[in-house]
């Protein structure tokens, strides 16, 4: 059991710009932050597991239709939803899901197939359905809402100019693909540490905009998108997919805390890292470490997140870019209580 006061998580609402369109949502988008942290925190404060609390935080963001995940999905170039969704335990026990759109939560799929399957990763929308209803789970196809349905057609038009950078090989495709001629980055995650010390990382995704269909990220996929490890710590990422995949960015920052370094350190130098070998305004990375310090690090303009471990006064929910100071201000009144 680690100290009892050393418990708690970090939630995140995607690393990405901050759009034009998103400005009117900010509060919306701090208020639910708020929600997802308090929830979450509820349950360890209860003495609950991380894995309870991680997947509790991750519902709040999926039911909110604002984030990038569950309701809230973005559109394949088809418009139509493949949320992706994934938890991991530090003592490996992983369950991911890919093409989740059946059900109103794909993290608690995700759950379902680390706990009543000997597999790790099931994808695919029929295979997941009968998944689903075989194990009582209440069948609710996900469509995209009016937001998404809105950027949708953003996307699709910027596309047939060829003004879309994100999907160079995938819009020459598209006149062939759709018979016709012709990324947002908002993912959630969180990562948490209960007190018995037990570590937990969990995800859940829409995707990327107008991604080609059966198009997997890095969200479901253990040591990309996310990673728990009790030798280590926990992390979870957020961002483009493509590229958090090709440097097995969370098994990164794991193995940073793994070799010495705490939370905040493995995140800084896994996301100077990725800088140097993929370019900036690529991803997003949350993680804790076995002795509850949490860190924080992104390579894009923003990336939301709500905090609440044992030993702060308060939960912290900072949205916009330059409201970060109040996170490393309240990390340094914590350090001295974070020491061993
Ligand atoms: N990071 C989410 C995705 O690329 O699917």
Redesign the pocket.
Known sequence: MVAESRFGLIVHGGAGSLQRSMRKDIALRRQILRKSISEGYALLRKGGSSLDAVEASIRVLEDSGIFNAGSGSCTTIEGKVEP?AAVMLGDLSCGAVAGASMVSNPVSLARACMEKTDHVFIAGAEPLRKFARSIGFEIHDLEPNKMRLDQYEEYMKKMGAGELKEWPKNSALLGRYLGQEYGN?D?VGSVAIDADGKVCAGVS?G??FVKLPGRV???PIPGA?LYADSSSGAACA????EE?IRVSLCKTVCDFMKNGLDAQAACDASISLLSKVRGVGVAGIIAVDLIGNYGLARNTEMMPVSIRFSYSKKALAVVLPEEYDVIYSEKERNLGKLKM
Do not use: N
């Not at 957020?238 to 997919?241: L, Q, R």
């Open positions: 992706d980055l993912t995704t995707g990327r990220g890095d969200s998108g957020t961002g483009a997919g958090i």
